[in-house]
Structures are given as C-alpha cells and as structure tokens.
C-alpha cells in the first residue's frame, strides 16, 4: 500500500483511539460537533494566517491540523451511524467531477461564465435533495450563517449577480456606498437612534464588500492587511516612545498624530 495511503488509515485510527469509551482520552470521548466546531473554524482561520504570512512550514502544518478536524467530524458521524471517511471522499470527488464539466466532459465553458456555471450546479443539487412538496426556497437559502458575516455578504452578492441583480460596472457600486455614508452620516446626527445607526453601518460594510467583489479583492485579505499595517505603526509608535522613555499614557494626541504620520510612510 501506498504511503500516504497508509498515513491516512493511521490517522483514522489515532481518532478511532481517542474517542475509545473504554481506552480513549477523557476530553475528545467528551465532545461532539457542536463543541469541536470552533476549533475546526479557528483551524481554518490558521491555515489563513500561514498563507498570508507565507509560511510554507506553518501552513503544513495547519493544513494538518484541518484534515485532523475533517477525521474528528467523520469519527463522530460514523459513531453516529450517518456515514463514514469513506462517503465524505466519495461525495467530494462525484461533486467535483459533476461541477466541472469543462475539465472532465469536455464540455466548452467561458472562463467568464464558470461562476455562474457553479451555481447552476449547486441548484441542481439542491433541487434533487428538496423533498416532493412544493416549497420554493430562497436563492441565498443555501447562503449558511455560520460564515463570518463579510464572507457571507460577498456570497450573498454572489448568489445574486448569478441571476443578475448585480451592477455590471463599479462607478455606481462606489456610488451606493456614498449614498449609505451620507445616511449614516444623518442617522449619527439624531439623538437616542443607536439601532439605526447599526444598520446604517452595517449598509457601509455591506457596500464596502460589494466594491472589494467587483474590482477583484478580496474583502477579508483587504481587511486583514489593513489589521496587520494598524498593527505595525502603533507598534512603531511604541517603540518610538520607549527609544524616549515615554510611555503611551505620557503622550499627547499631537505627538502621537506625528509618530502615526512617520509610521505610515514606513508601513
């Protein structure tokens, strides 16, 4: 046998092992999806950082600590009785193969249209898993909320474009978001009116991910360098302060202001 074929039964059974009731680990007999699912998102989120801070070394081994999260779910359902690794392999590679008909039917498709090419798929899938009543769902039903709120809002959108409720150029996208800022900017302005500021805010952030979809960026990415350059000119701030023994609490807005300023042209 392979290898890696035999690395995968190993961790199988290393997951068999630890959720033995009799000769298992206390802690992982204990859980179930519902208590492991943070862990598998914070898993996800770690492969992220790894690519964006482009650790190979890292990003295997987070990769690892996500296929770990895909045996434990597995583990559990096959527990359960629901399926095992096997029809998780199964269904993945059927879906993949369906999905891609350009690749592996020789189907012809416009790199422009795989999107919504993609979707048509999905709804098909969905279709045949509805039961016989006819109960017309929502497009964006399949949209999950368990996503974080600027990953759903692009999906969202998404959906939407894929039956053309979609702006076809930017200009009117950057538009929209200045039509919200000014109704936020009115709602700010009004007394004991915190819920509609909310969503006021909320139509900005909606609007801001709608701009990042349509020039090619990736909302979340954009955010998370905007985090990590916040992130390097405080800590320039900070260190220009100890170099003067001066604490953050001693210094005044100008100051600070003035740091922030050399900061930028740095980061």
Known sequence: MDERANNMDKLLQIMRALRDKETGCPWDIKQDFKTI???????AYEVVDAIERDDMEQLQDELGDVLFQVVYHTQMAEEKG????TDVLQGICEKLIRRHPHVFKGEQIEE?????EWEKHKKSERNEKESEAPIKNSLLEDVTLAIPAMRRAYKLQ???????FDWQEVAPVVEKLDEEISELKEQLARANNQRRVEEELGDVLFSCVNIARHI???????LRGANQRFF????YIEEQLRKNNKTLEACDVEEMERLWLEAKRCW
């Open 82 to 85: 629901a399926f095992d690794f």
């Open 232 to 235: 390097e000119r405080f800590s």
């Open 37 to 43: 699912a943070p862990y598998t998102l914070e898993e």
């Open 112 to 116: 422009k249209d795989l999107a919504k």
């Open 158 to 164: 998404i959906k939407a474009a894929s039956v053309g």
């Open 216 to 222: 090619g960026v990736d909302a979340e990415g954009a």
